[in-house]
């Protein structure tokens, strides 16, 4: 059974950065498609940022492009989001997904599209 573990979330202030780290003990991260997302309260579940580790292209959600960076450490295999000037409305649970790696990493953050999921890392930004 595959396990997908965030962490790195926390309260920061405003304009604050948090980084996200998503781990998969047993599982090889580096041979698929993983993204992020994150669902705030009384919101539905959106894609945040997801990568290809077949072509290395990536995609970020409009509300956080610029501010956002997903990247890979494949000797770690690990997966992490750095989130720079923090806005309150990144508030939110975020979680990390594992998904075939040919599939575009558009389609995996627009439509949701994962075979695995995290059991989510809360973030939250108040002053």
């Known amino acids: 059974q595959v396990q997908l573990v965030e962490s790195g979330g926390g309260l920061v202030q405003p304009g604050g950065s948090l980084r996200l780290s998503c781990a998969a003990p047993?599982?090889?991260?580096?041979?698929?498609?993983i993204g992020w997302f994150r669902q705030a309260p009384g919101k539905e579940r959106e894609g945040v940022s997801c990568?290809?580790?077949?072509?290395?292209?990536?995609y970020y959600a409009d509300s956080v492009k610029g501010r956002f960076t997903i990247s890979t450490d494949n000797t770690k295999n690990t997966v992490y989001l750095q989130m720079n000037s923090l806005k309150p409305e990144d508030t939110a649970i975020y979680y990390c997904?594992?998904?075939?790696?040919?599939?575009?990493?558009?389609?995996?953050?627009?439509?949701?599209?994962?075979?695995?999921w995290g059991q989510g890392t809360q973030v939250t930004v108040s002053s």
């Open positions: 997904a594992a998904e075939d790696p040919l599939t575009p990493v558009e389609a995996m953050c627009v439509r949701q599209l994962a075979a695995y």
């Open positions: 990568i290809s580790n077949n072509d290395d292209s990536t």
């Open positions: 047993g599982f090889t991260l580096n041979y698929n498609a």
